[in-house]
Structure formats: C-alpha cells, structure tokens
C-alpha cells in the first residue's frame, strides 16, 4: 500500500465503504472511470480495488474496501477493511449507503465515526428509495450526523460531481484543521467502563494513530483483533494488565445490567439510529408488495422455482459453453494465423532435428493458443453470471439449494461453481473455482473449490467420446448417462469426506443472507465486469501456464535420442536424400533443388500442403496458391507443376517421396524420445503402482501430460498408438486392436474413464485453486488427494473386476449404483446427525441463560 | 421458548434475544435481526429450508439451524 503513503503528499486517499448491496462498486466506478486495478491485499484473497481520477485540485487515490455489514472481527473482509482504515487513515471515507435501508446502514455509518475517520455519506439508490416511496430529509441528516451527505444513484452515474466536490471539500478541511467527529453514541451504563479504559490507554504513545474511544469499547466486546492490536503496539506487559481491567469491566457490567455488552451496544446504536430517522424519513413500508415481493411470489413458489432454476441453468449452459464453443470455430482461426506467424519469424526447421527455439516457440505457442481458445466462452460466461448476480436472482439460487449442499458440506451459493465446471458435460473448471469467491463460509467454499475439478470439463469429453467409441459402442447412452450424471455423486461424496477430515478446522460462517431487490442489470456494467475478469483470466493463469509448459516440454524432450540412435535416423536420412538426388540428376530443376536449397523446398512443399489443407474452398484455395508463388517463384513449379512440364512433375514426384520419408523418420524419432524421454521413464516407472488399474506405461504417459492441458491425453494417445504409414485406421481402431491385443477389455476402459473423472484438476485450474485460496499448500492437495482417490477407485474396480471377471458394462453400474446408494445414505445420516448435535448446542445455550 | 424456526410463513412475530454467540450472533445482528425488531415469516425454500423473513426495509434468508437459535414472542396477529 505504499503507493498510496508515497504520493499522499500532492494527492488526497479516499476510502470507499459500505454494506453489501449498497452498490458501491458501482459507485466507485462511476467516481473513478476507467482507470482502476485489481490485488490482492497482503496475503489474503480479499480483492482490493483501487482506481484514481483528477479533480480542479489535485489528483484523487481511491480504494474500494471490500463491502461488510459491520466493522468487527468476525469476518476476513471486515478485518481486512478495519485494518486498512486504521493503518492508512484516509484523508476522506465515503460511507455508500442503501439510501432505501438508512435503519441498518447507519450502524456501519456510527461504527466509522467512531474510527474518528473524516466521513461523506452518500445516499446511494436513490431512485430506488423513491419508488418505494421513501422520501429522506438530505439537510436534516448531515446537520445531525454532522457529516456531508450527497444523493447519488451509482447505476445511473448520477451524482458524481456533488460526491467529488464533497470529498475535496471534507479534504481541504481536514488538511486545513484536522477535526475528529465527535462520538456519536452514548453507551449509558458502559460509559464508566469506556472512560477508565481511555484513562489506561491516553497516555500510551506506542498507540499514537488508534482512537482510543474506539479501542476501549473493541476491548469491552471482546474484540480479538483489537486485544492484538494491543499487544503489537504496546507488548504483553503492558497490554496485559489492561487486558485484564476490560475483562474486569466486561464482568462487572453483564453481572449488574444481565446483558451482554455487545447487546448493549448495538441496542445502543440503535437507538440512536431511530433518533437519526426520526421525522429525516419518511414513507417506507406502505404494506403494499412490491416489485420484488411479486416477482419472488412466483419465482421462488415451491412447485416453480425449481423449474425456472432449471432454466436458467439451461440457459447459462446453452449460451455460454455450447453457442461460445461454437463461436470458438470463427475464433480459431485467428490463433492459428497467429501460429503460422510465429512458426514464420521462428529459425527455420532443419531435415531432421528442428532447433529447440522453434520447437519450444510453437510448444509455447499451442499451450498459449489451448487457452485464448477458450477466451469467447469466457466473455459470455462472465457476462451471463453478472447478469444474474446484478439482477439479484443469484441469492435466489442459493436460497433455493442451499438445503441439498449444505448437507454435503457445500453451500447454497455452491451452485453457480459446480455448473460453471461443468455439471452436465462440458464447462470449465477455470471460471468454476473462480465463482467461489463469493461464498461467504470458508469452509464450504474450500469445499467446492476442491470439487468443482470433479465435473466433466470440456476437455475431457473427447478422451470419453474415443473410449466409448472403442469399447461401448453398444451401451453408448447408458455409459454417457452414468458419465454426466456420476460427477456430481463424486463431487457431493467427496465434498462430505473433506469436511469431515482436511477442511474440519476450517472457519464455517452461518447462511444468513439478504436477498436483495431485484435490479435491471445494465449494460456497461455487464460488460465491464466480463471483460475484467476475462482478462484476470489471461494474467492470472497465462504466465504461469507458459512456465510450466516450459517444464512439461522439458520432461517430454530430455534427455533425447541416444547418439547411435541419432545416427541411425541420419543415415536413413541421408539415404532419403541421396534417392532425391539421384532422381533429380537429370532434371532440368536440378540447381533449384539440390544444395543448400533441399531443406527450405521441403519445408517449403509440407507448408504448402499443410495451408491447402487447411484452406476451404476455391477462392482460399486460390489464395494460398498466389501467396506460395510469390513466396518463392523458384520453387512453386515443384509443387504444383505445372501441365506439360514433365520435369516438374517428375521433381514434384520425387520431393513428395521425400517429404514423406522424413514425416515417418520425424514421426519415429518423437516416438523413441517419448518412449526415452524423462515422463515416459516416470510412467514406466509407475506401472508398478497402475497395473492394478490396468495402465501401461502409454496411457500413463497421455494422463500424466494431460495436466499441462486436457485435450492433450487424446492426443498423446495418438501420437503413442501410431499407424504406419501403410495402415490408415482410426485412432479407435488402433488403440482398440493394440489394447485388446493386450488382453485389455471394457473393464480397462472403466478404470480410465473413472480415473480420468476423478483426475487432478488441470494446471490451469491448480493456479486457480492458488489464486482462491491463497495458499500453494491447497494447492498441492488439489493435486495429490484426486490423484490417490483417482487411482485408488480405478485400481479397486479393475482388480476386483477382474477377479470376478465383470464386463465393462457391468462394472460400470455397479460403481453408479453403489456411489448412488453411499450418497443416499450419507445424506440421511448427516440429517440425523445435525439435528441431534443442534438440540445438544441449544440445551447449553438454554442452560447458560 | 418460541424462536423463529417454529413461526408459518405469514406470521409476524418480535426478535426477543439470541441463543447463538460470536460470529453467528454478529452476523444476525448485522442483518437487522436485533432484538425488539419485529420480522415477518415470508416463505420457506421449496424444500423448506431456509427460511425467508422481511425485515423492516429489507429481506433476509436464514437456515432453519439459526432460525432456532432466535426467541421471539408470541405471534403478532394484528398485521399480516
């Protein structure tokens, strides 16, 4: 934060704070345009945002704190907010307020004052105040608040000159004379309490900056972080001792009173809250329903809402992943030209043994291309869920299935992630794990983290569709339906077995949640939120999936060929060529062709057929055509010769011979490195520990390379299931008559399919699970617990099922079925289970009262 | 003792205190669920838990867990 301590000298730092709903985010988009970034606070996931714009004076700091009912301890974002109002003391705090709730904003509002922090209150949500028929007394409220009090309606960017003209105003004075508000709550019987504690505190400069009212009554209710605050500054001995007279006081007061202290004191504010309003606001509940009232009426009807639930899952579903897939074929070939580009400025390849920049370049480049491919589902993913969290329906959902996930361990707000994930198949889990970031209860958000890497991404369908090509072309429905639907069974069972182990200690908070009114999303809120957090996307997970690609791309090369096996494709090489010489002895192309030219012709003809490939139609076609000749004149005639020459043709034939050759030697080559290389040593190395799920050392390698990036497994498989030039068989037929030439049968197919649905999270998806939980710690066990659970399930049902001599099929629903039937039962007990233990927490309660 | 996880949806009752403590208490208080507010029971969720209760500007979901950890007086009939 030292970007703001070093310019506060020329500018002015505004904090920006308010409950939950308030709409101050859009509010400090509108205060500060477009000139905004996004961190994190120091070793939290906690965003903090901060954005900056230039008024008559000077330049203006401003940080959007993260949004809290209250300022305590109890939650990180509230931690988090107090410890930087504290620290940073801002020269101004705009207090946003729901202008259409002033009863519950004004406690945060009192809870600032009392931070002696120079405050402007603006009346956010005006508008919506107003059609609720709320009509509020502006000059009344500043006078008796004594605070600067500004209308604005941040949805419609109404009000932003009035706020920055009040902030400059409330920073000039401030600069000019510094003034603390003075404590606007009297807290009646606890006031002896608070003054003593003051006394014991004044004379302290170790707490120079800490008001020392607000300290006093922190330590009277208990507050944790303030009893910290405490003991930083002043050490234990003297801390300590003061401590003990606010115990004392703490004591004293709940005997003589018979209430707890922070009873007293919200009851206390709240009195003081209702003097606020009294005859300030008038209207507010008419008894009338209202637009929201009539809207949930039908929305959230027990027979309806699960119905209009659905759709809206359908329809997220169906405009995000299945129409922005399809959007991804007209994006795709931009990529590609962008590859050809690189693979263009790249050193040219060599007959044989390409450099390692240009090998590395375009591995570099197809890691980089694997996820801009998925940009276009993003914006709209993005774009869909912001509209459901602005208009409001988003709370709903969780209100609406909340019961089901939380018996599993998850949370109502669960829901979005898991389908973001791909519940039914194909999503992503990227944006799956990034949607966690709203649940408020850590433990359940840790859990759905953990879990959303269960649903069927998009990634995976293509190595489900090839086994299911192989081996159930018969039960092909009934395997898709166990696949679709078998994810979420896992997903909840595993939910269940963390939070009763790893996640046990972690902080669980209740589902107490507002639902909000509902709100016509707008348009340029819509987009700016999809773009922003595409583009964290992009940051976030790009370079780190460069880096390791770099890794991936070590292990898959090192330590290469062996130099007698290098000699052996050399020489089979040069025999290509000297047959290529040999053939063009007599050509009248023969000085074209030969020398130091024989490598770029090669190159020059796989280029040309490979963009012929690609080019559809007669006008691309046409294209390509022209772009060759111009690229090199000479060399054109022996790729298209043209009619009549016959030398050109016979040179033509002869080149294609060649490319040919080196394609296979290429093709050989890459096969033995895989084999020799340090992951094919690795996934030998496994089948020790994978024989029990039936793996050999191929498919070890296709899964272990699948975490750079899914789509990767299918095409390892192919690279390590290779035809021969001769055979042209599909990549089905060939895996399925190796394998099954191995004794291999539907049961192996199950143990990868379930492996492959309870694999590691792709690498992608590990720095997001980083990035939500701040820890590598987690992510680490993103990786490892799937893994041995992975393994464990599919070595389990390939031994058994082999033993038993089960058919794939069979096997298969005896998983589903035994998987449903643990759910069933797990979520029965946990019923039971609650209940007993929340009669026995009551009783206490009951006892201690 | 009658706490808000026994009243019908339509019922309008007063908060009386809390059973919860710490960072359960805080949040209810937070919310506007303070005692001597009066709160009505809107509607349970189609599988009957949570609970929706409209407060006096705004409208909160609890799990029926917390809901009974909430006393309330006896049901206010004059109002629906």
């Not at chain 1, 005896?814 to 069933?824: N, P, S, T």
């Amino acid at each position: 934060m030292s970007e703001h301590a070093s310019s506060g000298h020329q500018g002015v730092l505004v904090a920006l704070a308010g409950q939950q709903n308030a709409g101050k985010s859009t509010l400090f988009n509108v205060l500060t345009g477009a000139r905004q970034h996004v961190a994190n606070y120091p070793g939290v996931t906690v965003d903090k945002k901060y954005g900056q714009y230039a008024d008559d004076a000077g330049t203006v700091h401003t940080v959007d704190l993260p949004g809290t009912y209250s300022l305590t301890s109890f939650s990180l974002e509230e931690r988090v907010a107090r410890e930087f109002l504290l620290d940073e003391r801002p020269d101004v705090t705009v207090n946003v307020v729901d202008a259409s709730n002033l009863r519950r904003s004004l406690h945060l509002t009192l809870q600032l004052l009392e931070l002696e922090l120079p405050t402007v209150l603006a009346l956010n949500m005006m508008d919506v105040a107003e059609s609720n028929g709320v009509r509020i007394d502006k000059t009344a409220l500043a006078e008796r608040l004594g605070l600067p009090v500004v209308a604005t309606v941040g949805r419609k960017g109404e009000g932003r000159e009035p706020l920055r003209a009040a902030i400059r105003a409330e920073a000039t004075r401030q600069a000019a004379a510094p003034t603390a508000p003075p404590p606007p709550v009297r807290y009646g019987a606890l006031e002896p309490a608070i003054v003593q504690l003051i006394a014991r505190t004044a004379p302290q400069a170790g707490l120079d900056g800490v008001p020392r009212r607000w300290l006093a009554l922190q330590l009277l209710q208990g507050d944790a972080a303030a009893a910290q605050v405490l003991e930083k500054r002043l050490g234990s001995e003297l801390a300590g001792p003061i401590r003990e007279d606010a115990r004392r006081f703490i004591e004293a007061f709940e005997s003589a009173e018979g209430i707890e202290v922070s009873d007293h004191v919200v009851a206390c504010r709240d009195r003081v809250v209702e003097t606020l309003l009294d005859g300030a606001v008038i209207g507010a509940d008419d008894g009338r329903p209202s637009v929201t009232d009539r809207i949930d009426r039908v929305v959230l009807n027990r027979w309806a809402a699960p119905l209009f639930l659905v759709a809206t899952v359908f329809a997220i579903y169906q405009v995000s992943i299945v129409w922005g897939y399809e959007l991804t074929t007209y994006t795709w070939p931009f990529l590609a030209k962008l590859r050809e580009l690189i693979a263009g400025v790249l050193p040219s390849a060599n007959f044989l043994v390409d450099p390692y920049s240009r090998s590395l370049g375009l591995w570099l480049v197809d890691s980089a291309n694997t996820l801009l491919n998925y940009v276009p589902i993003f914006l709209i993913l993005f774009a869909a869920i912001a509209i459901i969290e602005d208009s409001g329906y988003m709370a709903r959902i969780a209100f609406i299935l909340d019961k089901i996930l939380h018996r599993f361990g998850l949370h109502g707000q669960s829901t979005l992630p898991l389908i973001l994930g791909g519940v039914f198949a194909g999503g992503c889990a990227v944006p799956g794990v990034m949607a966690t970031k709203g649940i408020p209860d850590t433990r359940a958000r840790f859990a759905t983290i953990l879990t959303v890497p269960f649903m069927n991404c998009l990634a995976k369908v293509p190595l489900y569709t090839l086994l299911l090509g192989i081996f159930f072309v018969e039960h092909k429905s009934l395997m898709m339906f166990y696949i679709s639907t078998m994810t979420i069974i896992f997903a909840l069972l595993v939910a269940k077995l963390l939070t009763k182990t790893v996640l046990r200690g972690q902080e669980t908070s209740p589902f107490v949640m507002e639902l909000p009114q509902y709100h016509l999303p707008t348009v340029s809120g819509v987009l700016r939120r999809s773009f922003e957090r595409t583009w964290q996307y992009i940051q976030k997970v790009g370079t780190v999936v460069l880096a390791v690609a770099v890794v991936v791309f070590a292990l898959l090369h090192l330590p290469g060929l062996s130099a007698e096996s290098k000699a052996g494709y050399e020489e089979r090489g040069q025999a290509a060529v000297a047959q290529f010489e040999a053939a063009l002895a007599e050509n009248s192309y023969r000085d074209v062709a030969l020398g130091d030219n024989l490598v770029p012709l090669v190159n020059y003809f796989t280029d040309y057929k490979r963009a012929k490939l690609n080019a559809a139609g007669a006008a691309a076609s046409q294209r390509v055509a022209e772009k060759f000749e111009t690229r090199n004149p000479d060399f054109y005639p022996l790729v298209k010769p043209p009619a009549g020459d016959r030398d050109a043709k016979r040179a033509w034939g002869a080149l294609r011979k060649l490319a040919a050759a080196r394609q296979t030697l290429r093709r050989e080559m890459r096969e033995e490195r895989i084999t020799t290389s340090i992951l094919g040593s690795i996934g030998r190395g496994l089948e020790p520990v994978t024989q029990f799920a039936g793996f050999d050392w191929k498919i070890n390698v296709a899964l272990l390379s699948s975490f750079a990036a899914r789509e990767s497994s299918v095409a390892t498989l192919g690279v390590l299931f290779q035809q021969d030039d001769d055979q042209n068989a599909t990549l089905e037929e060939r895996m399925g008559a190796e394998t099954r030439a191995g004794g291999a049968t539907g049961l192996l197919a199950v143990s990868m399919l379930l492996f492959f649905a309870l694999y590691p999270p792709c690498l992608a998806t590990t720095i997001m699970v980083k990035v939500q939980t701040g820890s590598y710690k987690w992510m680490l066990f993103s990786i490892v617990f799937p893994t041995f659970l992975g393994l464990g399930v599919a070595s389990a049902v390939y031994s058994i099922g082999t033993a038993a001599g089960a058919s794939g099929i069979t096997a298969m629903s005896a998983v589903y079925w035994g998987a449903f039937a643990l759910l069933l039962l797990v979520g029965l007990l946990s019923e039971r289970q609650a209940g007993r233990r929340l009669r026995a927490r009551l009783s206490q309660a009951g006892a201690d009262a | 003792m009658k706490t808000l996880n026994d009243v019908q949806p339509g019922g309008r009752v007063r908060i009386r205190r809390h059973l919860s403590t710490g960072a359960v208490r805080q949040r209810l208080l937070d919310l506007g669920l303070m005692p001597n507010v009066l709160v009505t029971v809107v509607r349970s969720a189609p599988l009957n838990d949570p609970i929706e209760v409209k407060l006096d500007a705004s409208n909160v979901s609890l799990r029926r867990r917390e809901a009974r950890t909430i006393e309330v007086s006896a049901e206010e009939t004059d109002h629906v």
